[in-house]
């Protein structure tokens, strides 16, 4: 593939931008050149300054390239594939039959730019039995997950391309993206004199320092903002009456919770001058069309849940949904939500089996998973698989997050890479990269066009490695889930084409029990060999495909996939395999979000009582502004523009600041008198660390901020393991979570800053 340019996407966010690259170098192994694919249905043509640096994850130094097994002197041996497999579904297996299913818990399933992995572990999971997994949505988007569902049975999302304004909650979409080619987009958004750009940040982050109305809330103060914005609307009475009479149920029981609240008083808690919150809720209240994005500022904070039930407030009493410039419902691919719309019929989310922790989206809270393991309890899990995850890095409390994981029966971590949870492994089994295999993610959110993107390999895979189809495949044979009898008539059909393959295969597994939880490894066995090359992994993307245009076949219909029966699926299918910068799958009218509302008789429903205690117990105080001990907020894992999760391993790929400094105020560097590049001692009640800091004038006064994906272990050139600033999840606690979905309190950790003598 030397030379030519290979067409591909970024991994580093959930934007997975079109990328084109040239391979080449040291036994054509490396990127080369990378560039925007301006024929990418999202991103055409965008990239930012990050994905330039993925030779850094195509080649770590510390890629694993063989099976190892843990000795008992806790090195690790290189094992054989076979060997592998086997002792690893044998490992599991014995938990199952001494401890039941459940007793296996699953983590991870993909990360910025694999999702087919998690779809290919279903398997697996089912053949163990096993119930209970989480993932990184636990500790951020479940809350806004279960606001949505008690709302409306689903997710939104918003559309900033035309909004009349456009509002970002915690969220720095400068840095962190989020929206599809986000700074051209929020570029236009500043420079036109009819559009408003509000951020809501305690930092002056580079998106708020565009913003027309940067509101610079106290840190963790959000929930008196939201709720004075949410109040003033109420108050003032510029709420969208007709739009709620025909849309909305509950209505009266949400006014009657804001109408006595006082405005200057929460305002006051706020830190944001009254008159300018005024204006802002003015503003919303008037526009045309208004978009909102809440993120990790809130979603990692005190009141999280509370905060997006506010947040959606905002659109819903003003009636900005449905509409261009407003929030939608995308069509998607697989819906990363999970099921919502029994919390939309009423029904009350599933607890942990342990601490009783409401489960949402089918995900045990990451705060929780130590308790869940560590507890002496007959339900605790006793097992855990680990794919394309980091939980001993990115999970609070890293030390708890270690001694849990330690005490399994078995960890098993599937990775490229060995990583901080990888090193706590009993087996570790090898992935092929995100660019030796067919990979795709389920982040498509767009809206009315959406898209979906199977990316094709760029370099061959070294021997060692396998792609997890191939790897859950062979688990699941080894657990004796299917027999070569079981796909006989399949790959008969399949040999055919997929035309004769379909009603075999709707026939013989989807409406078999026993083999339907089989289907996507069922799919890569039998499928998979017909593919064009290198795209095996591919072949669960044939069942989603056929399940989604059965959900949305207008959306599929008006993207040129009509037909009937199973033609639109084919269709789209075949589409996929043979564009390889994306597919546009759905189109959609702007109305079409309604019929996407999962409640019982189509209406929002607005009242969420469950939320109304903690809304009133505002009134009672304001967010402690910090103690003698701990007198700042540190907010833990802020997005740079060389952050990347732990994505990229080598610290050298970051351009700037290698060691990611914690950034303090002018004022309170000048007050504790220390200048810009010295070390100082951070304290949490968890633990105490060395860091650089920077002085920055984003930062407020009492507010300082980590950057995230740091403090990894990497080898050396010199070939010694060497750990690059700070991690910071060292300095969190499991127990700082919000009481409702367990979403974590990372952006508001008491702390403590002291000169080093
Ligand atoms: N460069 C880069 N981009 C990324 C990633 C990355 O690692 N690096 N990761 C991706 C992932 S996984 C995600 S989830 C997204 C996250 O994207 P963001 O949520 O935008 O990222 P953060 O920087 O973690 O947090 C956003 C903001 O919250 C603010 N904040 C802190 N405390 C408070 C508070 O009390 N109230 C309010 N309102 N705001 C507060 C911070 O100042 C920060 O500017 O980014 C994605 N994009
Ligand atoms: N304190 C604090 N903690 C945080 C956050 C924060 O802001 N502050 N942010 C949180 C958020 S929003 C997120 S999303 C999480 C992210 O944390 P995690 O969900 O743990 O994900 P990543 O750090 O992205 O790690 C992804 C892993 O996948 C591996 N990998 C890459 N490609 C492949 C592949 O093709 N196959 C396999 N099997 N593995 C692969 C990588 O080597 C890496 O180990 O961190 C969370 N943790
Ligand atoms: S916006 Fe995200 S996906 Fe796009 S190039 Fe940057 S890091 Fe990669
Ligand atoms: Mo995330």
Request: aromatic share 8%; hydrophobic share 40%.
């Amino acid at each position: 593939m030397s030379g030519s340019w290979e067409k591909t996407a970024c991994i580093l966010c959930e934007c997975n931008c079109g990328l084109e690259v040239q391979i080449g170098g040291p036994g054509n192994q490396h990127f080369t050149r990378i560039r925007g694919d301006k024929a990418h249905p999202s991103s055409k043509g965008y990239a930012c300054e990050k994905p330039h640096r993925l030779d850094y994850y195509q080649n770590d130094p510390d890629r694993l390239t063989a099976p190892l097994r843990r000795k008992d002197d806790g090195t690790f041996e290189e094992i054989d594939w076979d060997t592998a497999i086997r002792e690893v579904a044998a490992r599991l297996a014995a938990v199952r039959d001494e401890h039941g299913g459940e007793a296996i818990f699953y983590y991870g399933g993909g990360g910025q730019g694999n999702h087919l992995p998690g779809a290919y572990s279903t398997a697996t999971r089912r053949t163990l039995g096993s119930r209970y997994r989480s993932s990184a949505l636990a500790q951020e988007k479940t809350g806004e997950f279960w606001v949505g569902g008690r709302l409306m049975g689903n997710m939104t999302r918003a559309d900033f391309e035309h909004c009349e304004v456009g509002i970002f909650i915690g969220k720095n979409p400068w840095q962190s993206h989020g929206l599809p080619r986000a700074r051209v987009t929020l570029k236009e958004m500043a420079k036109d004199p009819n559009r408003t750009m509000v951020v809501i940040d305690p930092r002056r982050t580079e998106t708020a320092a565009m913003a027309d109305i940067h509101l610079q809330v106290k840190p963790g103060a959000d929930a008196w903002l939201l709720a004075a914005l949410v109040a003033i609307l109420v108050q003032e009475d510029r709420i969208n009456h007709a739009w709620i009479a025909e849309h909305v149920d509950g209505v009266q029981d949400v006014l009657a919770e804001f109408r006595e609240i006082s405005v200057a008083a929460y305002c006051e808690v706020s830190g944001v001058p009254e008159e300018l919150v005024r204006e802002t809720a003015r503003r919303i209240g008037t526009a045309e069309s208004v978009a909102i994005f809440e993120d990790l500022g809130i979603q990692m904070n005190k009141h999280s849940t509370l905060n997006s039930y506010l947040n959606k407030l905002l659109w819903v009493l003003t009636g900005n949904f449905a509409k261009r410039g407003a929030q939608y419902v995308p069509a998607p691919i697989v819906a990363i939500t999970g099921k919502l719309d029994k919390l939309g019929a009423g029904v009350e989310a599933k607890r942990s089996p342990v601490v009783g922790d409401r489960i949402i989206s089918g995900l045990t809270p990451c705060n929780s998973i130590p308790d869940e393991i560590l507890t002496d309890h007959p339900k605790r899990y006793r097992a855990m698989i680990v794919e394309s995850g980091n939980p001993a890095h990115s999970v609070a409390d890293s030390q708890r997050m270690r001694e849990a994981l330690r005490s399994l029966d078995t960890l098993v971590v599937i990775d490229i890479a060995m990583t901080e949870t990888a090193r706590l492994a009993d087996y570790i089994l090898p992935a092929a990269t995100q660019y030796e295999k067919a990979e795709a993610t389920f982040f498509n959110f767009e809206f009315p066009e959406n898209y979906f993107h199977v990316r094709h390999p760029v370099f061959e895979a070294p021997d060692g490695v396998l792609p997890e189809a191939e790897i859950h495949a062979r688990l699941c044979e080894e657990l004796g889930a299917y027999t070569d009898e079981d796909l006989e008539p399949l790959r008969a059909a399949a040999k055919l084409g997929r035309a004769a393959l379909l009603p075999v295969f709707f026939g013989n597994v989807l409406s078999n029990p026993k083999l339907a939880p089989l289907a996507p490894v069922i799919l890569y066995r039998v499928l998979g060999p017909h593919l064009p090359d290198g795209l095996a992994s591919a072949a669960v993307v044939w069942g989603l495909v056929h399940q989604a245009a059965r959900a949305n076949p207008g959306s599929l219909r008006r993207a040129g996939f009509d037909g009937d029966g199973f033609e639109p699926a084919e269709k789209l299918f075949d589409a996929i395999l043979g564009s390889p910068s994306g597919v546009v799958f759905a189109v959609d009218e702007q109305d079409e979000s309604w019929a996407r509302i999962h409640t019982p008789n189509g209406k929002i429903q607005a009242s969420i009582p469950d939320l109304f205690d903690e809304l009133r117990s505002l009134a009672d105080g304001s967010e402690s502004a910090g103690d003698a001990t701990f007198p700042f907020v540190l907010s833990a894992g802020e997005r740079r523009s060389f952050t990347a999760n732990t994505i990229l391993r080598d610290p050298e790929w970051r351009k700037k600041d290698p060691e990611g400094s914690l950034r303090i105020s002018p004022q309170d560097a000048a007050r504790l008198g220390i200048a810009d590049g010295v070390h100082v001692r951070l304290t949490t009640k968890r633990a105490s660390v060395e860091v650089a800091i920077s002085v920055s004038g984003m930062m407020q006064p009492g507010h300082v901020s980590l950057p995230n994906g740091l403090g990894l272990d990497h080898t050396s050139n010199g070939g010694d393991r060497v750990q690059t600033g700070v991690a910071p999840n060292e300095l969190t606690a499991s127990e700082d979570r919000d009481w409702l979905a367990g979403t974590p309190w990372h952006k508001h950790v008491p702390a403590r800053i002291e000169a080093l003598a």
